[in-house]
């Protein structure tokens, strides 16, 4: 159970609306138009009473009853409603946020990146509780085929989009595939130090309703790989945040700590051969600051960015 799902469980509400959403959420799930007697199976109702809920969802909109087949489908009220919350979804402060949760649960250091004019870009950098040394920071730009987040930016964004970035590293989108098809089975991408001595990533992408890479959360570490549980932590926090932007997968919502197959590669390391934009070596402090508001009672981050 997430801190949301725990904190809004303690609530009381109305049982009779909760009820009532189990047919949308049935609907949503069921991939296409459905009978009464299976959306009440489905919902976990008497028929009766589904017939009284889905006779005023369809009055308001929210469902729509084939006039042939008697099967109900959801309406255009919810298109209208997850439209007006695709317009409100401020996506880098929900992926700021989960970062800075993850890098207070984990105590690793933590970057944010999102796909820029130049490729997979760090926009946000959070240090862990241990000084990492690199000459990474905000503004670097990552290469695709050797780092962990440009490699979940080249799993989760289309062909057309990474082509000719990929193309500078004299490389072609099959060569990397079987990569590819690795990281979204496993969710997550790791590379060890190599080229950076002592380094080690593991990255995984906060996806939208189609399952784009809206933005990419990396956790790194030094002189030693990132931890299973960590990279597990990791596939968790990003997947809560991708449903928060509308992504959808079944079997996440069952069980979204679900283990994943632990992705390594021969890369050349952590973010293998950056492009920092300031070119200067840095040694990053141990932030003070730690985040101890539990996330839906945390306001929105003030940072501001896109894609």
Same mark, same amino acid.
């Given at each position: 159970?997430?801190?949301?799902?725990?904190?809004?469980?303690?609530?009381? &509400?109305?049982?009779?609306?909760?009820?009532?959403?189990?047919?949308?959420? =049935?609907?949503?799930?069921?991939?296409?138009?459905?009978?009464?007697?299976?959306?009440?199976?489905?919902?976990?109702?008497?028929?009766?009473?589904?017939?009284?809920?889905?006779?005023?969802?369809?009055?308001?909109?929210?469902?729509?009853?084939?006039?042939?087949?008697?099967?109900?489908?959801?309406?255009?009220?919810?298109?209208?409603?997850?439209?007006?919350?695709?317009?409100?979804?401020?996506?880098?402060?929900?992926?700021?946020?989960?970062?800075?949760?993850?890098?207070?649960?984990?105590?690793?250091?933590?970057?944010?990146?999102?796909?820029?004019?130049?490729?997979?870009?760090?926009?946000?950098?959070?240090?862990?509780?241990?000084?990492?040394?690199?000459?990474?920071?905000?503004?670097?730009?990552?290469?695709?085929?050797?780092? +962990?987040?440009?490699?979940?930016?080249?799993?989760?964004? +289309?062909?057309?989009?990474?082509?000719?970035?990929?193309?500078?590293? &004299?490389?072609?989108?099959?060569?990397?595939?079987?990569?590819?098809?690795?990281?979204?089975? =496993?969710?997550?991408?790791?590379?060890?130090?190599?080229?950076?001595?002592?380094?080690? =990533? =593991?990255?995984?992408?906060?996806?939208?309703?189609?399952?784009?890479?809206?933005?990419?959360?990396?956790?790194?570490? +030094?002189?030693?790989?990132?931890?299973?549980?960590?990279?597990?932590?990791?596939?968790?926090?990003?997947?809560?945040?991708?449903?928060?932007?509308?992504?959808?997968?079944?079997?996440?919502?069952?069980?979204?700590?679900?283990?994943?197959?632990?992705?390594?590669?021969?890369?050349?390391?952590?973010?293998?051969?950056?492009?920092?934009?300031? &070119?200067?070596?840095?040694?990053?402090?141990?932030?003070?600051?730690?985040?101890?508001?539990?996330?839906?009672?945390?306001?929105?981050?003030?940072?501001?960015? &896109?894609?």
């Amino acid at each position: 159970m997430t801190v949301d799902d725990k904190n809004c469980s303690e609530r009381r &509400g109305i049982q009779s609306v909760e009820r009532g959403l189990k047919i949308i959420q =049935a609907l949503q799930k069921s991939g296409g138009p459905m009978s009464l007697k299976n959306l009440a199976a489905a919902s976990g109702l008497p028929t009766s009473n589904c017939h009284r809920y889905c006779v005023s969802f369809v009055k308001m909109g929210y469902l729509q009853q084939d006039a042939r087949s008697g099967l109900y489908d959801l309406g255009y009220r919810l298109l209208e409603a997850g439209l007006a919350v695709m317009r409100r979804t401020d996506t880098i402060s929900i992926a700021s946020e989960t970062l800075e949760n993850l890098v207070e649960k984990t105590g690793q250091t933590g970057l944010l990146s999102i796909w820029g004019e130049r490729g997979p870009t760090i926009i946000r950098w959070i240090a862990g509780s241990a000084a990492v040394r690199t000459s990474l920071t905000t503004g670097s730009i990552l290469p695709l085929s050797t780092s +962990a987040t440009g490699q979940v930016f080249l799993s989760y964004l +289309a062909p057309r989009e990474t082509k000719l970035f990929l193309a500078t590293e &004299g490389k072609v989108f099959t060569d990397c595939n079987e990569l590819c098809e690795k990281i979204r089975k =496993a969710g997550v991408a790791q590379v060890s130090g190599m080229h950076i001595p002592g380094l080690s =990533a =593991a990255a995984a992408p906060i996806l939208d309703a189609f399952g784009v890479a809206t933005s990419v959360l990396t956790l790194i570490a +030094a002189k030693k790989a990132v931890t299973a549980s960590n990279v597990n932590m990791l596939i968790q926090y990003t997947q809560h945040a991708s449903l928060k932007l509308g992504w959808h997968d079944k079997k996440v919502s069952k069980q979204v700590s679900r283990n994943r197959e632990q992705v390594s590669t021969h890369c050349m390391g952590v973010d293998g051969e950056e492009r920092n934009l300031q &070119g200067t070596s840095i040694t990053r402090e141990s932030e003070a600051e730690k985040f101890k508001e539990p996330i839906c009672n945390r306001g929105k981050n003030s940072l501001q960015g &896109g894609r």
